[in-house]
């Protein structure tokens, strides 16, 4: 038990190291583009060279965006799941050998996450790695919307701030209720394997 337990804790440190490297890659790529584009308006100024290269990478940023999301939030839930695993394990320990109680950190089973540093909420999503890649990638996502706004009503900033800003929020919404659905999922299953397990157990 206690070599399962270790497995399970290197497994939980690889995707957390996972996440943090396809994160830092994304948004290394962000800066790195960003400086691209400001190269590019310096050396061109604001004409077709700079909507046409804007363009092409801001949609190429946003792509890796949406793609890096959605495998930091497999991640993440696979995470969730090492975690429920060990914490599976650690009811073990205390069934077996009570004594243990005194000198391991014991709480009600509602409250094992939390030990782990797990918490719920709705505005949890906002604080995963998931939650933060969504939030650029929405900004990226807004600015080529803008963009196309800007050429489409021959230069308006208005139309342009208007259009990205209603285009980001929409798409952080979308990626924010994958994001809440998909750990509402892996809730709901854990729930119902547990209790599948005190069926199997009575």
């Given at each position: 038990?206690?070599?399962?337990?270790?497995?399970?804790?290197?497994?939980?440190?690889?995707?957390?190291?996972?996440?943090?490297?396809?994160?830092?890659?994304?948004?290394?790529?962000?800066?790195?583009?960003?400086?691209?584009?400001?190269?590019?308006?310096?050396?061109?100024?604001?004409?077709?060279?700079?909507?046409?290269?804007?363009?092409?990478?801001?949609?190429?940023?946003?792509?890796?965006?949406?793609?890096?999301?959605?495998?930091?939030?497999?991640?993440?839930?696979?995470?969730?799941?090492?975690?429920?695993?060990?914490?599976?394990?650690?009811?073990?320990?205390?069934?077996?050998?009570?004594?243990?109680?005194?000198?391991?950190?014991?709480?009600?089973?509602?409250?094992?996450?939390?030990?782990?540093?797990?918490?719920?909420?709705?505005?949890?999503?906002?604080?995963?790695?998931?939650?933060?890649?969504?939030?650029?990638?929405?900004?990226?996502?807004?600015?080529?919307?803008?963009?196309?706004?800007?050429?489409a009503s021959d230069h308006s900033a208005v139309a342009g701030f208007t259009?990205?800003?209603?285009?980001?929020?929409?798409?952080?919404?979308?990626?924010?209720?994958?994001?809440?659905?998909?750990?509402?999922?892996?809730?709901?299953?854990?729930?119902?394997?547990?209790?599948?397990?005190?069926?199997?157990?009575?």
């Amino acid at each position: 038990m206690t070599t399962e337990h270790f497995t399970l804790q290197g497994a939980r440190a690889a995707t957390i190291s996972e996440s943090t490297s396809r994160a830092t890659i994304f948004i290394g790529s962000v800066s790195a583009g960003m400086v691209a584009l400001g190269l590019v308006t310096t050396a061109t100024g604001i004409g077709t060279a700079f909507y046409a290269f804007g363009l092409i990478l801001l949609s190429t940023l946003s792509f890796v965006g949406v793609v890096t999301f959605d495998r930091v939030l497999q991640s993440g839930i696979e995470d969730l799941r090492y975690a429920q695993r060990i914490a599976r394990l650690r009811s073990y320990y205390f069934d077996v050998a009570p004594e243990l109680t005194d000198y391991l950190a014991s709480v009600p089973p509602s409250q094992r996450f939390a030990l782990q540093g797990l918490h719920g909420g709705y505005w949890q999503i906002f604080r995963t790695i998931a939650g933060m890649i969504g939030v650029v990638t929405a900004v990226l996502a807004g600015s080529v919307a803008g963009l196309l706004a800007v050429l489409a009503s021959d230069h308006s900033a208005v139309a342009g701030f208007t259009t990205g800003g209603v285009a980001g929020v929409a798409v952080l919404a979308v990626l924010m209720r994958f994001q809440y659905r998909a750990w509402a999922l892996a809730a709901r299953e854990w729930a119902f394997d547990d209790e599948g397990r005190k069926h199997v157990a009575g």
